[in-house]
C-alpha cells in the first residue's frame, strides 16, 4: 500500500533536487544529486517506486536520463497528491 506521507516525502524531496539539478551549472554538483536520488529510490517504497517508473529498473538511475526521469517522476508524484 501506498500512503499519502510517502508520496508527500518523496515529492518534496524529488521536486527540491529537480529544482537545483536544472538550473546547476556545476557537473560535480549535478553528481552528487544523481547519487543522493539513486540512494533514495534504493530505500523507498517498492509499490511507489514501480508507480512512478513504470517498471523501467533503471528509472532515476541512467545517467543519460536522469533530468527526464526526475522531471516525469515530480510529475507523477504530483498527480497522486
Known amino acids: 500500500m501506498i500512503t499519502k506521507d510517502s508520496i508527500e516525502t518523496a515529492y518534496s524531496f524529488l521536486h527540491q533536487k ?3 539539478y536544472i538550473h546547476s551549472t556545476l557537473d560535480w ?15 523507498m517504497s517498492h ?3 514501480e508507480a512512478i517508473s513504470d517498471g523501467r529498473a533503471d528509472f532515476l538511475r541512467d545517467h543519460k536520463m ?3 526521469d526526475i522531471t516525469f517522476a515530480v510529475e ?3 498527480e497522486m497528491l
Open 29 to 43: 554538483q549535478k553528481d552528487d544529486i544523481e547519487y543522493a536520488i539513486a540512494s533514495y529510490v534504493d530505500d
Open 66 to 68: 536522469f533530468q527526464e
Open 76 to 78: 507523477r508524484l504530483e
Open 18 to 20: 529537480r529544482n537545483v
Open 47 to 49: 509499490e511507489l517506486y
